[in-house]
């Protein structure tokens, strides 16, 4: 279905909604938007047909049509807003100031009537003309957002979240042969870089990453470091983030490297390369330019010390080395085609036992064929699975198959015709999304090549743009099942999952993001701008679709940029824009770096905003210097229809007053130190997130919790301070997800609830102690019966007993504690502890014991900074499921447990800066080597050096 019938759906739903939740201020205009939201729905039945036949028949004056119909539907939604919005703040106004509002509103009354009518003239009119053009009316009105669907969706995914994607096909003999080679087993030529080359979806980086994390490869080499590179290759970054692989500075040593010369950074990287034995794997090198950018920092004559990389371009791998080892993958053959894409179309839950024998023969010779098309290419194989995961009859196969000619030939007009097996396929994936997700797939557009995408923050600006239904389920649960449906359909990967199972991070293939960038350009979706590389797309020639508006814009700056280029950029964008952010990558750590650029950037992008883009929903100021901004404009408060404002990274001495007239305003993420919050800030209607970045200080929010319109939808608290708050306050919070306060002298009155109540839908909590006095932490957590993740950074009088702690606890993080009494008899037998943090100072005794038996669920476990731990005694039986553990800065510790040769299921250990004597105890031949042995990955950070702490 069209993108543009996701839009007009969304904007019928909007203006439902103002029907109904905003009829007294629409007062002389109500009769007019009940007749447009009747002619959109009216509209709406013609467009699944319009798009069949924009895609069969490549018909251009229906796509005209269509896109004509998508832009007035957001302009009748501005316009119908901004009215709402203006008369509720001028109800808010007194006096004579009123009076006069009031003699305003009867002429924008007329003005906006007149609007309203003519963008309604004009619907009418294309309907007709669609009819014109043999469009015709469809019955089935898809209902995809209806809580039907939406629980639909909810039963797939769940059925897809248990299961882990480990299916490699084909790759069994490239791996093995590059693991001999990196281990120097069948090395004889001695070679330094290794390069894995070939076209774009043929499984390098799958391949590639399979070998930096073999067995063999992990206990051969020291350190390690994975850069990602890309088109937009940024040297010192890169640089920087293979030392920090390397070494795991702490943090003033990281701000020592940030401020060091790139001769000196290159020098440093250097000279570890040649003492230690180290693998770097630079994934996804374009071009010879980049490698020359970088090769300095690489040792070129005789090191123990090796690069794995991976490029599309042959002239690429000889340019790095001329004598190196290149290996090219091969494509699949008919049989390994078939074998991935059983096990991806399997994957997401579908069950063969649930079609009689006939139907699966025929979609196996119908997969055949379509397979034939892929050309044994991983990337094409993956998303054919995706797709034909949602279908369900023989004919839905059979009219993908039909489907495939015709994107065939639109992939024939790729540049490169190399790209003809994928490019068909991808094109269909975007094809076949339904039409609510189409809009979440093309903001994707809006992140830089090879992005870590994270999806609470996506999910965020989803809503924020008005893009998941109103209706039914929470809409964060929506969001996030629309994002797992595009893992399911192979659109996105995931990167990083949390400890509850749930995506957590993902990231798209170059491929995909290509065409997800383009089909954003072509339906004028979403711009992406690049001053990075003065990568400049003029706003007028990117769109194929004459006299309509941009509304998405995101822009990526760098420290050569010129304030110039940022104005050159944004200067024909028209008031129409909802969406705008701007990321620096480059961040400087001493102010007297910063250009003049960087000085000036807020500025300009505030006088723009506040001066022009008057419709934005949502205002992204990312990833910038970190110095003060200490004013915003007065005119910021104009944004009305703002939902979304983040600028987290920034500090800002107070929050505006102005602030209050975002009425609209869903999401606050700032970095500020301000005492408390302005008290216009209470009449918003709208808050569901608040995150408050400011370190250890905390913000004063317990006047706005006793006053705000906003108590039953806020979920998320950040970064708040307990003074003159107390529990109680929070308490009434009935859909408190999030809690992470910092408190004071004041924690025994902040306690105070005399009604005993219990948070009931709190399910993550994390407090921070501002001083170094012992708190009473048991009350709060009697409070928090249902948390599954609870953070503790404060000494405590004493540790909750089992029964005390939340029977969902999953994860554990505790920092601070100071207790005296070993913690693991208590903590061992909560039942569903999956991932436990025993940091700094927690513990001060000498001697951990885990009993048999004990943590009988716990996968993950860091000891880090625990000075006096001397002795940790694991017995037989216990951490039975444990596959991670971190050993960090316990330079007490003098060996590990005995125990841990029991635990068949560890498979990652990370040793950190432990004395030199703790490591080689470990190593091959050493006292401990039988203990570890097993431990298929086994990583040693800062090991060398002789601590004043060391054991005798």
Sequence with gaps: MALEEA??????????????NEAKFLYGVKGQVENAKIKLQCMRAFLKD???????????????????????????????????????????????????????????????????????????????????????????????????????????????????????????KDIEELVALLTEQKNPCKHKVISVYGMGGLGKTTLARKVYQHPQVRTHFDCYAWASISQQCNAREVLEGILFAFTSPTKERREEIKTTSDVELAKQLLDFQKQKKCLVLLDDIWTTTTWDLLKHAFPQGDTDSKILLTTRNKDVALHVDRHGFIHEPHLLSDNESWELFQNKYFCVGMDP??????????????????????????????????LLSKKHTIYEWEQMKRNIVCCIGQGEQHEDSKYHSVWWVLGLSYSELPCHLKPCFLYLARYAEDDVIRVKVLCLILIAEGF??????????VAYDCLSELVERSMIQVKDMSSTGRIKS?????????????????ENFLHFMDLRNKVEESIESVSTVPTTNVRRVAIYCDRESTYNDFDHMVRNIDGSLRYLSVHDRSIPFQVDDISDFERNLSEGVFRHVCNRFLMLRVLIIDDMPDFECTTFPKKIGNLIHLRLFSMPKREIKMIPSYFGNWRCLQTLRVCTVIDKIPNSMCKLEQLRHLYFYCESTGVGIGEFLRSTKSRNLLQTLVGIHSKHLVLTDLLQLKNLKKLAIVVDG?????????????????????????????????????????????????????LPQVNQFSPNLIKLRLFNLRLKDDPMPTLEKLPKLRVLVIGWCSFMGDEMVCSRGGFNRLESLELSGLEGLKEWKVEEGALSRLGYLRIKECRGLRRVPDGLRNILTLNHMVIERMPKKFKQRMEEGGEDFYIVNHVTSRVFIDCNKEYASDYR
């Design 7 to 20: 839009v007009v759906s969304f904007v019928i739903e909007r203006l439902g909604d103002l029907l109904i």
């Design 50 to 172: 319009a798009d069949a036949q924009i895609r069969e028949n490549g018909n251009e004056t229906v796509r005209l049509l269509v896109a004509q119909v998508r832009e007035n539907s957001c302009a009748l939604e501005d316009v119908i807003e901004t009215y709402v919005f203006k008369v509720a703040l001028n109800e808010s106004a007194e006096g004579i100031r009123r009076v006069l509002k009031w003699s305003a509103r009867i002429i924008d009354v007329y003005k906006v009537g007149s609007k309203i009518k003519e963008i309604s003239s004009n619907i009418d009119a294309w309907t007709s003309e669609l009819e014109k053009y043999g469009v015709q009316r469809s019955m089935d009105q898809a209902a995809e957002t209806s809580s039907s669907y939406v629980q639909e969706r909810r039963q797939l995914r769940q059925a897809y979240s248990h299961v882990e994607d480990n299916h490699v096909v084909g790759f069994d």
């Design 353 to 386: 036992s649930n079609s009689d024998s006939d139907d699966n023969e025929r979609k196996k010779e119908l997969a055949v064929e379509m397979l034939k098309k892929c050309a044994g290419l991983p990337l094409a194989i993956i998303v054919l699975a995706g």
């Design 468 to 477: 998941i239904s109103l209706r039914g389920s929470c809409m964060e649960d």
């Design 506 to 522: 993902f990231c798209i293939h170059d491929l995909m993001r290509d065409l997800c960038v383009s089909k954003a350009r072509d």
């Design 746 to 798: 004041n924690f025994d009155s902040f306690l105070h609830n005399p009604q005993t109540l219990t948070f009931t839908r709190l399910l993550s909590l994390q407090v921070k102690k501002r001083d170094f006095g012992k708190i009473d932490i048991v009350p709060l957590i009697l409070s928090c019966p249902q948390i599954y993740k609870l953070t503790l950074h404060s000494p405590i009088v004493r």
